[in-house]
């Protein structure tokens, strides 16, 4: 018999009504927003500063990312039903899915196998619609610059040919990438260049996932740096007045969203920015009302250790005053047999030499999670391809390092196969050994910061800046944004900027090609390599297996 699809495990679940989810947090029914029967928004009013101060955050993050994917969501969920089944009270805290890689290549972003969060269908597909909020405070904004630019009253002389805000869509959509806008006459506007992003890519998400509250949500949109006038003033969206009513349409969307685990356990999801090109994690809020209700939270941080964590605790850290008490890393064997040399036909081949030359991708990020004073724990996503001795080295290696690396088994049990995993992360808690600081102070030069990261964290010998890149440093020296932590912009398939160099490569440089800069969210943005901010679809696009039939059961998610 064979295993059954993500999408028929959650579809055979008989989900728990969202009150006594919320019950289990100690949430009264009156503080919920309900969105039907399994899915409700929460106050932000339930934050508790004490409690945050002295409950558990818990960190899951990966090895470098293969075509195979490596689980962290997987891992996040199961480990969170794994506490619980230990006897501790856990909530998940995740970011929303976007639609984009939903229906281009990944199907789906809930989970996996029997750790999954639910909802499935309704978290994949609009959910709460906070991703349609984000895009339409964002494209209101964009409207509301081409409107001042079209118009003779109020206008404020912004150069056309210097507009850095771009229009987002929540879909991969190549051709969107690099328009012509304003066409059709002068009562269409004024021609210029423009493009789309993907909204998980746009600064409004990562303001909504970076704010305290309200206020401070229309503070961070009114910093939002569009461009220059001609006479090369920068101007902000508070130029434009536009910070009050972006904040009105995310009045909901700033709100977190509980549902629930296959075992029944609160889960709460919020935000979606990705890792490559943003912060890479759900929001302040969510995590700090999960830590608020809960005892451990368990939170992800997108793509791998290099990406997603080290902005965690660089940037989100520090705007959230929050810190990870234990850091997970995600490896299998399968990817690290990518990285020892495999092609993807080689995946599922059993290769020690391929494990062993892999598992140097492994030892680096183990190495790095060390650099921000916490000791991680490795778990290993197990796969019916995984042989003994293959698990037995990376046990053992892990060893060496100091590490406990632990079998996984969430996909296939749930929260049952992942009380090992649980035992372990509460152990190396409880141990009192992690002292979590910071890689960079931010007060350094910008300079300083970027060769902190590479060198530390990806292992470059070097960095080098482009011309376009030295110019942009003087306006950010202008703006006066130099004191801004650093959100690296680069492949997620290396630590280098080449996404061909898998393993540990040594003896690189990377380029800073340019700089973009999110100043209501508060971080720069050094660009490595060609980085896109708008996907394209496969050959065969995830979407040609979905359907849905005369009944409303959707098929092909997973």
């Known amino acids: 018999m064979s295993f059954p699809s993500d999408l028929e495990i959650a579809q055979s679940c008989n989900m728990q009504h969202i009150n006594e989810i919320a019950a289990k947090l100690n949430i009264a029914v009156d503080d919920l927003e309900h969105y039907g029967k399994f899915k409700a928004k929460l106050p932000l009013s339930l934050i508790n500063q004490e409690a945050i101060q002295k409950n558990k955050l818990i960190l899951v993050s990966a090895i470098t990312p293969t075509p195979a994917g490596e689980g962290k969501t997987t891992t996040s969920i199961g480990l969170t039903e794994g506490l619980n089944k230990i006897g501790k009270k856990a909530t998940v805290v995740l970011r929303e899915p976007s639609l984009g890689p939903v229906f281009g290549i990944k199907g789906g972003a809930a989970g996996g196998g029997y750790a999954q969060v639910v909802p499935m269908e309704d ?54 990438r690099n328009i012509t806008i304003g066409l059709g006459g002068t009562a269409n506007g004024m021609p210029r260049q423009d493009g789309f992003n993907i909204t998980p ?27 220059f006038t001609f006479d090369k003033k920068p101007v902000y969206a508070r130029d434009l007045k536009a910070q009050g009513a972006m904040a009105l349409l995310l009045k909901d969307a700033i709100k977190p969203n509980l549902v629930q685990t296959l075992e ?53 850290c520090g705007y959230g005053n929050i810190k990870p008490d234990a850091i997970v890393l995600v490896a299998t064997i399968r990817a690290l047999r990518h990285h020892g040399g495999a092609k993807k036909e080689e995946y599922n081949t059993v290769s020690m030499d391929r494990v062993v030359r892999g598992f140097e991708n492994l030892a680096k990020h183990i190495e790095n999670c060390k650099k921000f004073g916490v000791n991680p724990t490795v778990a290993i996503n197990h796969f019916p391809t995984d042989s003994d001795e293959e698990l037995h080295y990376v046990i053992n290696q892990c060893a060496k390092l100091q590490v406990k690396a632990v079998i996984a088994r969430g996909f296939s049990m749930g929260g049952d196969g992942m009380k090992d995993l649980a035992s372990a ?32 964290i990806y292992g470059a010998d070097s960095v080098n800046f482009s011309k376009d890149a030295e110019s942009d440093l003087k306006i950010i020296e202008k703006l006066g944004l130099a004191s801004l932590p650093i959100c690296m912009a680069k492949t997620q398939k290396s630590f280098s900027d080449d996404e061909s160099k898998i393993g540990r490569p040594t003896g690189f440089t990377v380029t800073v090609r340019e700089f973009e800069f999110a100043v209501g969210a508060g971080f720069i943005i050094p660009i490595l390599g060609d980085m896109m901010r708008m996907p394209g679809l496969p050959p065969i696009p995830a979407s040609e297996g979905m359907d849905i039939d005369a009944n409303g059961v959707i098929s092909g998610l997973s």
């Open 123 to 176: 978290i994949n597909l609009h959910f709460t619609g906070d991703f349609s909020a984000i895009e339409k405070a964002n494209n209101l904004l964009a409207a509301l610059i081409d409107n001042n630019i079209q118009n003779k009253q109020n206008n404020l002389g912004i150069d056309p040919r210097q507009v850095y805000w771009k229009r987002v869509m929540d879909m991969n959509d190549r051709s969107l």
């Open 264 to 316: 029944g356990n609160p889960a709460i999801i919020h935000g979606g920015p990705f890792a490559n090109i943003a912060q890479g994690t759900n929001t302040i809020i969510a995590t700090k009302l999960g830590l608020s209700l809960s005892d451990y939270v368990v939170t992800e941080a997108g793509f791998g250790a290099d990406l997603g964590a080290e902005k965690f605790m660089n940037i989100k």
């Open 201 to 227: 890519a746009s600064e409004v998400m990562a303001i909504l996932c970076m704010a305290k509250n309200i206020e401070d949500l229309k503070e961070k949109l009114g910093n939002i740096f569009i461009g």
């Open 425 to 456: 992360v509460v152990q190396e808690i409880e141990s009192g050994k992690n002292a979590f600081k910071p890689l960079y102070d931010w007060t350094m030069p910008v300079k300083e910061k970027i060769n902190r990261i590479a060198k530390e």
